[in-house]
C-alpha cells in the first residue's frame, strides 16, 4: 500500500523559514517523480513542485520560483521542501504527492503569521 | 499558463441521479487531465487519470471522457459516499494546473 507522511508543518512568521518532509513506503521511491501540492484554506489546489526520479530535474510555478526548493533523498525514500521568505499568501496545506498528483500524503499545514 | 474553467461550481442532486461535471481547458491538454474527489478533512483522491482510466478501486459508476480541451467526469447513479468536491487536473504542460471545484451537495 502506497503512504506518504508528511511532517514539518507549523505556524512560522512572515520571511521566515520552514522544511517540510514526506516519508514513502509501499513502493520503490527511486522510481517515481514526486510532487507537492498545496491547499490554502477553504480555496482550491496549486500545484507547488516537481521533481524526477533521479532529482536532477525540477519544476516551479512562478508564484514560489527562487524562494521554495524541492529535493530527495532515495536512500531514505524521503521527499523535502524546503521554503524560504515565507509570505501569508503560503498558509496552507502541504500535501506530497506520488508522480503528477496520483497518490496522496494527508497533508501538513503550514500557518505563516506574525 | 492554461487555465481550466471547471463547471458547475455548485450541483445538487439525489442518489441515484446521473451527474455530469465538466472542465474546459485553454488550449489543447493531449487528454493529460485527471479527475480528483475531495471530502471535508480529507486529502484529495484520484479518480481518473488521463480522461478516462479509472484509478484502482475507483467504482465503475465513475467515468471520464473528451479530448482537445473539453472533458467530462460522470457519475451513473450517484451514491450518498459520492458527496463532496470534485476537481480536474491538467498536466500536460508546466505549470499543471487545477480547476476550482465543483461541490457536489445532496438536493
Known amino acids: 500500500e502506497v503512504q506518504l507522511v508528511e511532517s514539518g508543518g507549523g505556524l512560522v512568521q512572515p520571511g521566515r523559514s520552514l522544511k517540510l518532509s514526506c516519508v514513502a513506503s509501499g513502493f520503490t521511491f527511486n522510481n517515481y517523480w514526486m510532487t507537492w501540492i498545496r491547499q490554502a484554506p477553504g480555496k482550491g489546489l496549486e500545484w507547488v513542485a516537481s521533481?524526477?526520479?533521479?532529482?536532477?530535474?525540477?519544476y516551479y510555478p512562478d508564484s514560489v520560483k527562487g524562494r521554495f526548493t524541492i529535493s530527495r533523498d532515495n536512500a531514505k525514500s524521503t521527499l523535502y521542501l524546503q521554503m524560504n521568505s515565507l509570505r501569508s499568501e503560503d498558509t496552507a496545506t502541504y500535501y506530497c504527492t506520488r508522480g503528477r498528483a496520483a497518490y496522496w500524503g494527508q497533508g501538513t499545514l503550514v500557518t505563516v503569521s506574525s | 499558463d492554461i487555465q481550466m474553467t471547471q463547471s458547475p461550481s455548485l450541483l445538487s442532486a439525489s442518489v441515484g441521479d446521473r451527474v455530469t461535471i465538466n472542465c474546459k481547458a485553454s488550449?489543447?491538454?493531449?487528454?493529460?487531465l485527471n479527475w480528483y474527489q475531495q471530502k471535508l478533512g480529507e486529502a484529495p483522491k484520484l479518480l481518473i487519470y488521463?480522461?478516462?482510466n479509472l484509478q484502482t478501486g475507483i467504482p465503475s459508476r465513475f467515468s471520464g471522457s473528451g479530448s482537445g480541451t473539453d472533458y467530462t467526469l460522470t457519475i451513473s447513479s450517484l451514491q450518498p459516499e459520492d458527496f463532496g468536491t470534485y476537481f480536474c487536473f491538467q498536466h500536460n504542460s508546466w505549470p499543471d494546473t487545477f480547476g476550482a471545484g465543483t461541490k457536489l451537495e445532496l438536493k
Open positions: 488521463n480522461t478516462n
Open positions: 488550449q489543447n491538454i493531449n487528454k493529460y
Open positions: 521533481i524526477t526520479n533521479t532529482g536532477g530535474s525540477t
